[in-house]
Structures are given as C-alpha cells and as structure tokens.
C-alpha cells in the first residue's frame, strides 16, 4: 500500500541540474500538481557543462537544456521555474548558494521542499553521486533550517521584503532509509514523458523503461509496483 500523506498547497523542488527532477521525483510533481499543489522548481545551475560533444559550447547548451525543462515543467503542471545560474559541475554548498536558496524558500513560501541526499555517496552497485548533486541538497537543507526561519541570518533578506518562512516538512530522494513512499504509477508514463523532453541528455533511450525499473524498485518495499521514496522529516507543524 501507499502512505497516506497530505498533499502541499505549495511545494519547491530544489536540484542540481535541468532533468534531475525528472529522474528521481518527477512522479510526485506530477501527482501533487494534478491535485492542486503550486510547484516551483529551483535548479541551481544550467547544466551548461552536461555534453562531451566538441561541436557545442557551454552557452549553446545551457539555451538547449533550459528549453528542455521548461517543456518537461508544462508536462508536469509545474507553474514555476527558477535557475540560479551557478556553474555546472563545479558547485559548491557554500553561503552564496544557501542565501539564495533562502531567497527563494522566503519568496515562494512552501509547504514542503523536495531535495536530495547530501550523504549519499552512491546509489547500488552502477552509479557514484554527481558531487553537484550533494553540494544542492547539503545547502538547501540548510537554507530550509535555519535560514529561512531564522529573521537575522542574511539579514539582508529582509532588506529586499522577504519575510522568515518556516517550511513543514522536507522529502529528501536518495536516502538510505526512507520512512515515505509515494505509489507514481498512475503517473509514470508522465514522468517519462518529462524525462523524454530531456533530449540532450537521453536521446532516444528508453526512458519509459528505465523508469519503470527504477520505480519498481522503489516500491519494493511497501509491495508497490512503482513508487518514489523519501526520508520525510517534519520540522514545524502546519498550524505554526
């Protein structure tokens, strides 16, 4: 069975790079923005540096990747896309970053943020953790708590209008004990529709199958044949 959670009116989703959403929690965008939820993604850099190929530059494909997920929001229903325009492969959780992920968190106020694993190394026995994949989710973690709730940390923030937001809980993908798991299979064929805008990153694979495997993995676990799983850590009441 699925876990019963209630659904955010406003959610952010905090990444490394254009298509990382659309990998690992794109089937949680897409069923919370069918059932009302207001979503924002917030992508840390452009992807610019994402190609081997000699006859593209940076420039050329940070244009391409950005149109890429802006097709693969309109596909999930997600109203807002934010780029932070940090340079791809290289990011670091600094105090820049967290202090604009703080801006962030305190202009669109959500409900929930959805990010990634900072201590996660690796995943299985085939894939070693992009290191901009860890330094995204170390720092908005620590732009959810303390930052953003906190009045006097970049208390230049307020300066500009933006008011401490306390955010309710945080999904983290990727973690080795997830406590969450969402059933995605009403909704994988649009996540990998998502995916699938992606081009410059997948071609034509197959992406429908690799997500069908992914999730039913997932799901394992609750004897769910395609999910996502979270570590979901409740960190103020909603009535706060």
Request: glycine share 6%; with cysteine; net charge negative.
């Amino acid at each position: 069975m699925t876990d019963e959670i209630t659904i955010p009116s406003r959610a952010m989703v905090i990444m490394a790079h254009p298509d990382d959403a659309e990998f690992v929690v794109a089937g949680t965008v897409a069923l919370w923005a069918q059932r009302g939820s207001a979503i924002c993604y917030c992508l840390c850099t452009r992807g610019d540096r994402g190609s081997n190929d000699p006859g593209i530059t940076p420039w050329a494909l940070a244009r391409i990747r950005e149109e890429e997920q802006r097709a693969a929001c309109a596909i999930l229903g997600v109203q807002e896309l934010v780029f932070l325009d940090y340079p791809d492969g290289t990011l670091e959780p600094t105090l820049a970053l967290r202090r604009d992920l703080t801006r962030e968190i305190r202009r669109f106020r959500p409900e929930v943020v959805i990010t990634t694993d900072p201590t996660a190394r690796f995943h299985g026995d085939h894939y070693l953790n992009h290191p901009d994949h860890r330094a995204a989710g170390s720092a908005a973690l620590d732009a959810v708590f303390p930052s953003a709730e906190t009045r006097y940390i970049f208390p230049e923030l307020l300066a500009q209008g933006l008011e401490p937001h306390r955010v309710h809980a945080v999904y983290i993908h990727g973690a080795a004990e997830p406590n969450v798991w969402i059933d995605i299979e009403p909704v994988l064929e649009i996540k990998a529709k998502a995916l699938a805008a992606h081009k410059s990153q997948v071609g034509d694979a197959p992406v429908l199958e690799w997500l069908r495997g992914m999730a039913r993995e997932q799901g394992r676990a609750r004897g769910l044949r395609a999910a996502e799983a979270f570590r979901r850590i409740v960190i103020n009441d909603r009535e706060a």
